[in-house]
């Protein structure tokens, strides 16, 4: 079983950063990826990585503003999140998938078997 621990979550204002983390508790996983679910909303990508390679995928909501990257000695992945819109508060959850499955769907929930607990993000206008 995979665990993952997400942490970053704050209040922000619009147009400000943070950077979310999220450490797991293997290394051999296929990709990691951060979700978003706000109030009412599905739950949806919002970037990946794969972990050979280290290919990224974004939703085209957060293109140009979200970073995904790695640190494979430290089994964590992080979220850099710049000019941060009132549409982007939610709760983001970090995701891993250790079989494959989302190499061609990277951004669709389905393919992840692990999920952390996740963690707030909220944006003021």
């Known amino acids: 079983q995979v665990q993952l621990v997400e942490s970053g979550g704050s209040s922000v204002q619009t147009g400000g950063s943070l950077r979310l983390s999220c450490v797991g508790s293997?290394?051999?996983?296929?990709?990691m990826a951060w979700f978003r679910e706000a109030p009412g909303k599905a739950r949806e990508g919002v970037a990946s990585?794969?972990?050979?390679?280290?290919?990224?995928t974004y939703a085209d909501s957060v293109k140009g503003r979200f970073t995904i990257s790695k640190d494979s000695d430290k089994n964590t992945i992080y979220l850099q999140m710049n000019s941060l819109k009132p549409e982007d508060t939610a709760v983001y959850f970090c995701?891993?998938?250790?079989?494959?499955?989302?190499?061609?769907?990277?951004?669709?929930?389905?393919?992840?078997?692990?999920w952390g607990r996740g963690t707030q993000v909220t944006v003021s206008s």
């Open positions: 995701a891993a998938d250790r079989s494959g499955g989302s190499y061609s769907r990277p951004l669709v929930p389905t393919y992840y078997a692990f």
């Open positions: 990585i794969r972990n050979s390679g280290g290919r990224t």
């Open positions: 293997e290394y051999t996983l296929y990709s």
